[in-house]
T-cell receptor, first 111, second 115 residues
């Protein structure tokens, strides 16, 4: 059965800290891995990583994909209170366009 | 563009009542999805559609029905609401175009409470 597992489930840090969020996956015919940020509303897209693009960076956020060990990490440097959110990881496999979602990591950044 | 919109934003139902949630997208996307999100359970797919007139079951379809009569709209119906259907419902859509192929765009959500 396809699955995506995120860790930790929750995390509390202080402003300025660097955090690493983990996502492991077991997906048949893996196609891509996606990261989303969810504040008190709908998830918003952050990154997509595929076999041809295993590292992405946007400002203080970066993500890598390890295709051999079947995991991805999301790094956030110099965290700010605005980074407080649930970070969701999802994976796509096969041709059916459905995403397999992890349970998310709840990040709280304290001032 | 409005992107993905959902109607209503909030609703309170009594057990046994019925209702329909409307999702609309103006991005000409082929794929549309209905999810529910509960604390500690993540996003769970209820039903999805790969095109106008076509729907399929997700992982938690029981108690829900859907219809996709127009490409831009995806309706989620609850025929006889139960307290277990209290949740936040998200609609999403994705395209068949160029990369990112799998990115799903989400609506703002509907918070449903069944008493």
């Amino acid at each position: 059965e396809d699955k995506v597992v995120q860790s930790p489930l929750s995390l509390v840090v202080h402003e300025g800290d660097t955090v690493t969020l983990n996502c492991s996956y077991e997906v048949t015919n893996f196609r891509s891995l996606l990261w989303y940020k969810q504040e008190k509303k709908a998830p918003t897209f952050l990154f997509m990583l595929t076999s041809s693009g295993i590292e992405k960076k946007s400002g203080r956020l970066s993500s890598i994909l390890d295709k051999k060990e079947l995991f991805s990490i999301l790094n956030i440097t110099a965290t700010q209170t605005g980074d407080s959110a649930i970070y969701l990881c999802a994976s796509a496999g096969g041709n059916n366009r459905k995403l397999i979602w992890g349970l998310g990591t709840s990040l709280a950044v304290n001032p | 563009n409005a992107g993905v919109t959902q109607t209503p934003k909030f609703r309170v139902l009594k057990t046994g009542q019925s209702m329909t949630l409307l999702c609309a997208q103006d991005m000409n996307h082929e794929y549309m999805y209905w999810y529910r999100q509960d604390p500690g359970m993540g996003l769970r797919l209820i039903h999805y559609s790969v095109g106008e007139g076509t729907t399929a079951k997700g992982e938690v379809p029981d108690g829900y029905n859907v219809s996709r009569l127009k490409k831009q709209n995806f309706l989620l119906g609850l025929e006889s609401a139960a307290p277990s259907q209290t949740s936040v419902y998200f609609c999403a859509s994705s395209s068949t175009g160029t990369t990112p192929l799998y990115e799903q765009y989400f609506g703002p959500g509907t918070r449903l409470t069944v008493t």
